[in-house]
T-cell receptor
Framework: AQSVTQPDIHITVSEGASLELRCNYS??????LFWYVQSPGQGLQLLLK??????LVQGIKGFEAEFKRSQSSFNLRKPSVHWSDAAEYFC????????????FGQGTRLTINP | ETGVTQSPTHLIKTRGQQVTLRCSSQ?????VSWYQQALGQGPQFIFQ???????GRGNFPPRFSGLQFPNYSSELNVNALELDDSALYLC????????????????FGPGTRLTVL
């Protein structure tokens, strides 16, 4: 069965510092990978996705992620965070068993120190 | 292009009651998926509807049911509400173009916050 692990439940970084959020997945075939962001009380906004091709994927708001098949990882990075990046971040793998569905990790809550 | 909309925004019910949540899919999309997001957790797949039929289901009991209408909008119905049903319910729409495409991106609505007392 597909699964996604986000090892860090809560991360705090200073504004202007670099960020890396970890994501490991378990999936038997070529994964379709996603990072979503959720602000308090809001729905999910797609930051970026990996379907195939270049393993370094650029997304919105200055985020990028790198797919590493050998490590089953899809870590999210940003070189310099802004206070507005404070939110919950979810990694997900797209699966297809009849229905297409997303399997999400538990999420990482990002806090930004001024 | 109109995005995914959900109603109501918030809802409070008591145990044992029934609830209906509604979702309008993004323009041009024909597939709707529902997810439950408990507090502090990632969303969990409930089920998906395509061409007005359930196309797949997650690990949820039968008291969770749904409908999809000819205009591709959808309802999620939950009977005999339990306290653990308190969650944010997210609807996502996508365009299912056939089995030759393995995965089609899902676009999420803002969710309905259900509180069961």
């Amino acid at each position: 069965a597909q699964s996604v692990t986000q090892p860090d439940i809560h991360i705090t970084v200073s504004e202007g510092a670099s960020l890396e959020l970890r994501c490991n997945y378990s999936y038997g075939a070529t994964p379709y990978l996603f990072w979503y962001v959720q602000s308090p009380g809001q729905g999910l906004q797609l930051l970026l996705k990996y379907f195939s091709g270049d393993t370094l994927v650029q997304g919105i708001k200055g985020f990028e992620a790198e797919f590493k098949r050998s490590q089953s990882s899809f870590n999210l990075r940003k070189p310099s965070v802004h206070w507005s990046d404070a939110a919950e971040y979810f990694c997900a793998v797209g699966a297809r068993q009849g229905a297409q569905k997303l399997v999400f990790g538990q999420g990482t809550r990002l806090t930004i120190n001024p | 292009e109109t995005g995914v909309t959900q109603s109501p925004t918030h809802l409070i019910k008591t145990r044992g009651q029934q609830v209906t949540l509604r979702c309008s899919s993004q323009s041009g999309h024909n597939t709707v998926s529902w997810y439950q997001q408990a507090l502090g957790q990632g969303p969990q797949f409930i089920f998906q509807y395509y061409r007005e039929e359930e196309n797949g289901r997650g690990n949820f009991p039968p008291r969770f049911s749904g409908l999809q209408f000819p205009n591709y909008s959808s309802e999620l119905n939950v009977n005999a509400l339990e306290l653990d049903d308190s969650a944010l319910y997210l609807c996502a729409s996508s365009l299912e173009v056939g089995t030759s495409v393995f995965y089609n991106e899902q676009f999420f609505g803002p969710g309905t916050r259900l509180t069961v007392l």
